[in-house]
């Protein structure tokens, strides 16, 4: 059975950081381009970040960049997003899933496997 866990969202102020880590099984994790999506409320998805399978090349959103950091560790099945500079408008439930799209992203996305989602709130 394949399974994607997220963790560690949570309630930050502005300005705070946080690190989601997303515990995957069930398949061969370290075959898969990875990648993050969130859905603020009221909203559509977002996609947020991809990382290639072998963690050795990544790409944002322009709405992200230069905060978000995505990374890998195939040895532990992990995905992690280090989120840094957080603001309001970064509200959203984040999910993790596998990547089926072309690398660099075009607009066309494509997803396979999803993660439940971890619910991230940035509020003072």
């Known amino acids: 059975e394949v399974q994607l866990v997220e963790s560690g969202g949570g309630l930050v102020q502005p300005g705070e950081s946080l690190r989601l880590s997303c515990a995957a099984s069930?398949?061969?994790?370290?075959?898969?381009?990875m990648t993050w999506v969130r859905q603020a409320p009221g909203k559509g998805l977002e996609w947020v970040s991809v990382?290639?399978?072998?963690?050795?090349?990544?790409y944002y959103a322009d709405s992200v960049k230069g905060r978000f950091t995505i990374s890998r560790d195939n040895a532990k099945n992990t995905l992690y997003l280090q989120m840094s500079h957080l603001k309001p408008e970064d509200t959203a439930v984040y999910y993790c899933?596998?990547?089926?799209?072309?690398?660099?992203?075009?607009?066309?996305?494509?997803?396979?496997?999803w993660g439940q989602g971890t619910q991230v709130t940035v509020s003072s």
């Open positions: 899933a596998q990547y089926m799209g072309k690398l660099p992203p075009t607009k066309n996305y494509e997803y396979g496997y």
């Open positions: 069930g398949f061969t994790f370290s075959s898969a381009d």
């Open positions: 990382i290639n399978s072998s963690g050795g090349s990544t």
